[in-house]
Nanobody, 121 residues
Framework: QVQLVESGGGLVQAGGSLRLSCAAS????????VGWFRQAPGKEREFVAA????????YYADSVKGRFTISRDVAKLTVYLQMNSLNPEDTAVYYC??????????????WGQGTQVTVSS
């Protein structure tokens, strides 16, 4: 069992920045990939970014590439999402997720509770 707890969401103006954190606990050795998804009002869940705990690979949705950066602190069992140049289209509930190599396709074994990110124009 893996537990994921997101934090760092909030309200930010367009063009601003925000950093999300996801603290993992439990049997974290059982997951190879951690990442972020988001779901905006009236929209389906969308993949945002992912990384292997090893750091060997990172993945980004085209909509966030160049603006968002995923990183992880293995010692702290924490994954981060640094979000820069935010725009109102980034408004969503952001979910931390963990699983295997299919995570970027939406198949995750574990999900966090979500944290709200609201970007005002």
């Amino acid at each position: 069992q893996v537990q994921l707890v997101e934090s760092g969401g909030g309200l930010v103006q367009a063009g601003g920045s925000l950093r999300l954190s996801c603290a993992a606990s439990g049997r974290t050795f059982s997951v190879a990939v951690v990442g972020w998804f988001r779901q905006a009002p009236g929209k389906e869940r969308e993949f945002v970014a992912a990384t292997r705990w090893s750091g060997a690979n990172t993945y980004y949705a085209d909509s966030v590439k160049g603006r968002f950066t995923i990183s992880r602190d293995v010692a702290k069992l924490t994954v981060y999402l640094q979000m820069n140049s935010l725009n109102p289209e980034d408004t969503a509930v952001y979910y931390c997720a963990a699983g295997g190599t299919k995570l970027t396709s939406g198949e995750a074994d574990y999900w966090g509770q979500g944290t709200q990110v609201t970007v005002s124009s």
